[in-house]
């Protein structure tokens, strides 16, 4: 066997025929109505089987400043591993899910439009995409089976042909209007009011009523026999393959023709049929007729010529469209359609849009206004995986991350509080006299927050732009991708603004100091990180401090002599986290009961646990290290043998604990080194 053979035959052993066979059943219409009595949910409308195929991936419940929300675990993208999973949008999410869940219950938002709105770049095609990937895939599952029928032709030669019905309609609806209550009473017979119920809604389309009609002629009005004319089978939606999902996008106005929505005339059929109003002489491929029992996405709907408009009004309200020549056609199918804020604007200006405006329901879909909710897209483009024979290193797509959040966010009202401290309390960081409810009210006097600022697409470009331009480097750092960020913005096409331009140059200088700070945090606990150094001088200030609490004597150590208790070494670390001599009394009395509860319920204290006072050690272990291992050393050419192997354990420690690999973390210590070397390192480390 050769090794192509070798190849298809093991291929051939992976696949599932009585899954493939499951998917393309055919069959009678009776063993149609047997499926329909055993599951009625096969006979679902669009919207239901919409709401139903987002549930079908499972929910979560989350808490986000004290308000409880769904996570639909759809959006995170199971089906494609992540590749369109959307991050902190919980709330719009959300929004969505309770529109389409009322369409699905028919309380009438079915009759609208699903307007997604908001700025370029914040996820809208990415919702849309994802409805229809779900569909695609749902319809694939026992779950969220679906069928239509084909029509029986003899050709000339005498065999037998299959013509399918061109809308992929409901097999149900062949039923007459005369017959469907009866049906319905035996199929429904039995389910209380809060079981679903079958429902037939709706009439075939132009061509499946015209291949109705001649059968019902030529059997003499006995319907029973046009079931023998037709077969029922399982239908897969596919975009590709244009059955039950459409995308119409706007082009320019001259190129552009309503057929495209509703089907056109086929010329050439026309001399078989004898006339252009003969359904077999049209094609019934419109983006409204292929999307029937699906869904359709309208790409900047608000760009649409006024003539589409129209269409789209009777197919939201009515559920009806009007295909040329032909009378009013049923549809059973999810409009979705996304614009931005200009377009929406000029909607809102415009009165005779005012019937359209009414026939929509508006979801806003702002930018992500969560630091790690952002970073979470950047690391799903620049992972591993993605970004190959190169490094990022550490916080380089964080720092990116913030300046994107921090021009979406509207100054504070609170004077005391900046835009940086904002960010950070949205993103879940404690600051001193700031709870929860003062988040939520942060929140709830910022509306439009979101709503502008600068797209993570910008910032994507950005980043590629930096991997590009330092090819010859093994790693890209966050000055690199702070250096394009600046340089794009001379020629950002949607800042007109030179007062925008300069706030969003602002906000880079203040990233800068925030990663300035971070790194040198870094750097200072990597020094400080000897546990037994740590350990020993904890152990020292409780010693001090229960002393000083209970107006003891500190036993000396080496004197055995009772001596008062250490103020100066008690206030060094305690001046480290800005802690006034004034509240002195006040934190050492926190850390002795703090100490006695943990005794209390049998544990041990260990100073981890307890942020504050690790943050105040390291600092003051760190002010105590520095000059023996002599940092601003790194910035000469020559480094003593004892130093380089100090600050090889420190860069050791940046590799182990932070991410760094060797040359970034040799980078991140020279930098550092650097600011130490200048002066500008704040008391307490910042």
């Given at each position: 066997m050769t090794a192509g053979s070798d190849l298809i035959a093991k291929i051939a052993r992976r696949q599932d025929l009585a899954e493939y066979q499951?998917?393309?059943?055919?069959?009678?219409?009776?063993?149609?109505?047997?499926?329909?009595?055993?599951?009625?949910?096969?006979?679902?409308?669009?919207?239901?089987?919409?709401?139903?195929?987002?549930?079908?991936?499972?929910?979560?419940?989350?808490?986000?400043?004290?308000?409880?929300?769904?996570?639909?675990?759809?959006?995170?993208?199971?089906?494609?591993?992540?590749?369109?999973?959307?991050?902190?949008?919980?709330?719009?999410?959300?929004?969505?899910?309770?529109?389409?869940?009322?369409?699905?219950?028919?309380?009438?938002?079915?009759?609208?439009?699903?307007?997604?709105?908001?700025?370029?770049?914040?996820?809208?095609?990415?919702?849309?995409?994802?409805?229809?990937?779900?569909?695609?895939?749902?319809?694939?599952?026992?779950?969220?089976?679906?069928?239509?029928?084909?029509?029986?032709?003899?050709?000339?030669?005498?065999?037998?042909?299959?013509?399918?019905?061109?809308?992929?309609?409901?097999?149900?609806?062949?039923?007459?209007?005369?017959?469907?209550?009866?049906?319905?009473?035996?199929?429904?017979?039995?389910?209380?009011?809060?079981?679903?119920?079958?429902?037939?809604?709706?009439?075939?389309?132009?061509?499946?009523?015209?291949?109705?009609?001649?059968?019902?002629?030529?059997?003499?009005?006995?319907?029973?026999?046009?079931?023998?004319?037709?077969?029922?089978?399982?239908?897969?939606?596919?975009?590709?393959?244009?059955?039950?999902?459409?995308?119409?996008?706007?082009?320019?106005?001259?190129?552009?023709?309503?057929?495209?929505?509703?089907?056109?005339?086929?010329?050439?059929?026309?001399?078989?049929?004898?006339?252009?109003?003969?359904?077999?002489?049209?094609?019934?491929?419109?983006?409204?007729?292929?999307?029937?029992?699906?869904?359709?996405?309208?790409?900047?709907?608000?760009?649409?010529?006024?003539?589409?408009?129209?269409?789209?009004?009777?197919a939201s309200q009515e559920h009806k469209i009007k295909p040329k020549k032909f009378a009013q056609t049923d549809i059973d199918e999810v409009i979705v359609g996304h614009t931005n804020e200009p377009e929406y604007r000029k909607l809102q200006s415009n009165e005779f849009m005012e019937a359209l405006r009414d026939r929509t329901v508006k979801i806003d879909v702002p930018y992500v206004t969560k630091l790690s909710d952002e970073v979470k897209i950047y690391e799903k483009d620049y992972n591993s995986r993605r970004v190959t024979g190169k490094r990022i290193a550490p916080h380089t797509l964080e720092v990116a991350a913030m300046w994107a959040v921090l021009t979406r966010l509207e100054e504070p009202k609170n004077a005391g509080l900046t835009l940086m401290q904002k960010l950070k309390l949205y993103n879940g960081k404690t600051l001193p006299g700031f709870t929860e409810d003062n988040i939520k009210e942060l929140k709830e006097e910022a509306e439009r927050e979101g709503m502008h600022g600068i797209?993570?697409?910008?910032?994507?470009?950005?980043?590629?732009?930096?991997?590009?331009?330092?090819?010859?480097?093994?790693?890209?750092?966050?000055?690199?991708?702070?250096?394009?960020?600046?340089?794009?913005?001379?020629?950002?096409?949607?800042?007109?603004?030179?007062?925008?331009?300069?706030?969003?140059?602002?906000?880079?200088?203040?990233?800068?100091?925030?990663?300035?700070?971070?790194?040198?945090?870094?750097?200072?606990?990597?020094?400080?990180?000897?546990?037994?150094?740590?350990?020993?001088?904890?152990?020292n200030y409780i010693d001090n401090v229960k002393a000083y609490t209970q107006r003891e004597k500190v036993k000396n150590k080496y004197t055995g002599q009772p001596e008062e208790p250490d103020e100066r070494l008690m206030r060094s670390i305690e001046e480290k986290i800005d802690i006034p001599e004034s509240r002195k009394d006040d934190f050492r009395r926190e850390i002795m009961n703090y100490i006695g509860a943990l005794s209390l319920d049998g544990k041990s204290f260990d100073y981890k646990t307890n942020e504050r006072l690790q943050k105040a050690l390291e600092l003051k272990l760190f002010q105590d290290q520095k000059d023996t291992i002599k940092l601003t050393s790194l910035v000469s050419s020559v480094v003593d043998k004892d130093t380089q192997e100090k600050i090889d354990i420190v860069k050791g420690r940046l590799i182990r604990d932070y991410g760094y690999d060797e040359d970034s973390a040799s980078d991140v210590l020279n930098y550092v080194a650097s600011i130490f070397a200048r002066g500008d390192v704040k008391r307490g480390g910042g």
């Open positions: 499951k998917k393309h059943w055919t069959g009678t219409f009776a063993e149609y109505l047997d499926f329909v009595a055993r599951d009625p949910k096969v006979t679902r409308n669009a919207y239901q089987r919409v709401y139903d195929m987002i549930l079908s991936f499972g929910t979560d419940e989350i808490v986000i400043h004290k308000e409880k929300y769904v996570r639909y675990k759809f959006f995170d993208d199971p089906i494609d591993d992540g590749h369109d999973a959307i991050f902190g949008l919980e709330k719009p999410l959300m929004n969505l899910v309770n529109v389409l869940k009322s369409a699905a219950l028919g309380y009438g938002t079915e009759r609208r439009v699903l307007l997604l709105h908001g700025p370029v770049g914040s996820s809208k095609s990415t919702i849309a995409r994802l409805l229809k990937k779900g569909m695609e895939y749902y319809s694939q599952t026992d779950e969220g089976a679906l069928y239509t029928f084909d029509w029986r032709e003899e050709g000339p030669d005498g065999e037998t042909h299959w013509i399918p019905c061109p809308m992929h309609e409901e097999p149900l609806r062949l039923v007459p209007l005369e017959h469907r209550a009866a049906l319905l009473g035996e199929l429904n017979e039995g389910r209380s009011p809060d079981d679903f119920q079958v429902r037939i809604v709706g009439d075939l389309d132009p061509y499946c009523r015209q291949m109705f009609k001649e059968r019902l002629a030529s059997y003499s009005g006995d319907w029973t026999r046009v079931l023998d004319d037709i077969r029922v089978r399982r239908v897969i939606l596919s975009e590709q393959d244009r059955i039950g999902i459409g995308t119409f996008q706007p082009k320019d106005e001259k190129n552009q023709d309503a057929t495209e929505l509703t089907g056109d005339i086929n010329y050439r059929k026309i001399a078989e049929y004898g006339s252009d109003s003969d359904p077999r002489a049209f094609n019934f491929d419109g983006e409204f007729n292929i999307a029937n029992r699906g869904i359709i996405e309208f790409i900047e709907v608000l760009k649409l010529d006024v003539a589409f408009l129209y269409d789209l009004l009777g797209s993570p697409r910008y910032v994507q470009d950005k980043i590629s732009n930096a991997l590009v331009a330092h090819a010859d480097e093994r790693s890209v750092n966050p000055f690199m991708v702070l250096n394009e960020l600046e340089t794009g913005l001379r020629h950002h096409s949607l800042i007109n603004n030179e007062e925008v331009r300069k706030h969003y140059k602002h906000l880079l200088a203040v990233v800068k100091e925030e990663y300035e700070d971070v790194v040198k945090n870094e750097v200072q606990r990597a020094i400080a990180a000897d546990e037994e150094a740590l350990t020993r001088l904890c152990g």
